[in-house]
């Protein structure tokens, strides 16, 4: 019922930038709080980021803060991860994931997945 779809993934050097997006179609956008997770090679997946229904709440995991952004345009029914000073450490597949409204931390009360896409970040 409800698809997304990550894009922009792909191979930068430590100090780069990436701009993830995440389209969602077969629901009303507006509605959904949007989370992106990522999994890196032998690890469980991670919560990165997440930004409610309306926009105004986001939530970010200390590693990342100051350096990744999450935005959305409902327009466009898209969101967006704009990743800066990219690190090692942040190579991971990336997956968007949809809820109702409230942004939650927590992968088992996401609903609906991307498939993920590949960043990977060389020294």
């Known amino acids: 019922q409800v698809l997304l779809v990550e894009s922009g993934g792909g191979l930068v050097q430590a100090g780069g930038s990436l701009r993830l997006s995440c389209a969602v179609s077969g629901g009303t956008f507006s509605s959904y709080a949007i989370g992106w997770f990522r999994q890196a090679p032998g690890k469980e997946r991670e919560f990165v980021t997440a930004i409610s229904w309306t926009g105004d709440m986001t939530y970010y995991i200390d590693s990342v803060k100051g350096r990744f952004t999450i935005s959305r345009d409902n327009a466009k029914n898209t969101v967006y991860l704009q990743m800066n000073s990219l690190k090692p450490e942040d190579t991971a597949v990336y997956f968007c994931?949809?809820?109702?409204?409230?942004?939650?931390?927590?992968?088992?009360?996401?609903?609906?997945w991307g498939q993920g896409t590949q960043v990977t970040v060389s020294s």
């Open positions: 994931a949809a809820r109702q409204k409230f942004l939650s931390e927590y992968e088992g009360s996401y609903d609906y």
